[in-house]
Structure formats: structure tokens, C-alpha cells
């Protein structure tokens, strides 16, 4: 038969555990809340950045260029990463939204990259890359199209 004193001294140490693990928990549960709220805010801010790389190709500005640099980093230290697009690429749906399709001879590829695509590192797409994409006629279309 157990003695009531080691039953409290084991009652007291599993609630002791139990305490401990709760409180990691639930700093676990509070640091991934700040990084979805930051995220939000940082993916509401991905516009403002087009708007200073369009900028950009019109003025050519140094100091411009400096701006949006740090910009990217303070994404990049958010968790957020460019989607590396260029033309000639592979289209793929899970990373690229295809806005535009013109006839050409390398179906399936990248012809241009009109928005640049987000996601979170290692994890999921947070903006597709806009994209214009090519395919190859089908000579079948072009027969039908000739009649």
C-alpha cells in the first residue's frame, strides 16, 4: 500500500509538469499568433512595393533602388520570400497565375513576368506571380480555322 505522503509528492510533480508544459505552449501559441498578425500586415503592404518598383523602371532613382531593397529584407526577416520567376521558366499553377496566354512556339513556358509571386519560406504561396504564358498552336485549330 502506497503512503499518502509519495501519492502528493507525485500528485505535485505531474501538476507541476503539466504547468510547465502549458506555459510552453502557450508562448508557442503567442509567437505564431504575432508572426500571422505581422504577416497579414506584411502582405497588405505587398502593393505599396509594386508601386515602387514600377516607379522605379520609369525613374531609374539610386535612392529608390536603396528603398526598395530594404523593403525586401524587412520581408525577407518577416518570413517572406520572392517566388524566383523568369520568362523561359515552366509555368506551374501552384506558383504562377497565368493573366495573359499568346500563341507561340514553347508551350508551357513563362513569356513574361508581369507581378512578382510571394510566399512564406518554406511554407505555403501568399501571391501568385502574374504571368504571361505561351502555347503552341495546335495544327488541328489552324487546319480549322483555314476552311
Partial sequence: MRKPKVDLKNQLARALADYDNLKKRTEIEKAQFRRLANLELVIRLLPVLDMLEQAQTHLA????????KEFKDV??????VEIP???GDAFDEALHE??????GKDSGKIKEVLLTGWRVSEGPVVR?????VTRSVILSEVEGSNK
Fill in 75 to 80: 520581408l525577407n526577416q518577416e518570413g517572406l
Fill in 128 to 132: 501568385h506571380a502574374k504571368v504571361r
Fill in 98 to 103: 497565368a493573366v495573359e496566354v499568346e500563341e
Fill in 85 to 87: 520567376t523568369q520568362p
Fill in 61 to 68: 532613382d539610386s535612392g529608390l533602388a536603396i528603398a526598395i
